[in-house]
T-cell receptor, first 115, second 113 residues
Framework: GDSVTQMEGPVTLSEEAFLTINCTYT??????LFWYVQYPGEGLQLLLK?????DKGSNKGFEATYRKETTSFHLEKGSVQVSDSAVYFC??????????????FGKGTLLTVNP | DAGVIQSPRHEVTEMGQEVTLRCKPI?????LFWYRQTMMRGLELLIY????????DSGMPEDRFSAKMPNASFSTLKIQPSEPRDSAVYFC???????????FGPGTRLTVL
């Protein structure tokens, strides 16, 4: 079945450090890929997405490129801020029959950025 | 624009009581999803609806859980009877169209004593 594997956390960085959170997936067909972010006490928010191979999703300084050959969608940011501290979820969207789609999430990676 | 609305935001109840969680999706969205999040199991999809019809309820843990979507603007998730192991944050999400990103509500934090 479909699955998403993302790097185990927690990840602790100093402000302005470079961030990479690895994500790989297994899916039949051609999934859409997403990164969601969850700030403390809140619901998940869409951070960025990519719908086909070689697409790059970007938002708020974060980027991820859909790599079909390596089945990966790694999240990167060049210079993290304290406000980026949150849990990050990688997810894929696949067809579950007819016109029905659902998301499969990774387990989440907790990022803490220290000043 | 109003996002996904969930109520209540917090619920504390005693074991054996019935609990009803409510969700109003974003207007115009045709898919609705219920998730449960715990530290141990992470984020789990419980059930989802497309055009008010339940499509996949394989994630519903047991018969104590039930969900309905009587119309396009309202859904409920009911637990009867509740147990302490049901304590979690329950999220509702909605989306429009195929393969499109889901928008999450703020969640309901349920504590069963």
């Amino acid at each position: 079945g479909d699955s998403v594997t993302q790097m185990e956390g927690p990840v602790t960085l100093s402000e302005e450090a470079f961030l990479t959170i690895n994500c790989t997936y297994t899916a039949t067909g051609y999934p859409s890929l997403f990164w969601y972010v969850q700030y403390p006490g809140e619901g998940l928010q869409l951070l960025l997405k990519a719908t086909k191979a070689d697409d790059k999703g970007s938002n708020k300084g974060f980027e991820a490129t859909y790599r079909k050959e390596t089945t990966s969608f790694h999240l990167e940011k060049g210079s993290v801020q304290v406000s980026d501290s949150a849990v990050y979820f990688c997810a894929l969207s696949t067809n579950s029959g007819g016109s029905n789609y659902k998301l499969t999430f990774g387990k989440g990676t907790l990022l803490t950025v220290n000043p | 624009d109003a996002g996904v609305i969930q109520s209540p935001r917090h619920e504390v109840t005693e074991m054996g009581q019935e609990v009803t969680l409510r969700c109003k999706p974003i207007s115009g969205h045709n898919s609705l999803f219920w998730y449960r999040q715990t530290m141990m199991r992470g984020l789990e999809l419980l059930i989802y609806f497309n055009n008010n019809v339940p499509i996949d309820d394989s994630g519903m843990p047991e018969d104590r859980f039930s969900a309905k979507m009587p119309n396009a603007s309202f859904s409920t998730l009911k637990i009867q009877p509740s147990e302490p192991r049901d304590s979690a944050v329950y999220f509702c999400a909605s989306s429009l169209g195929q393969g499109i990103a889901q928008f999450f509500g703020p969640g309901t934090r349920l504590t069963v004593l």
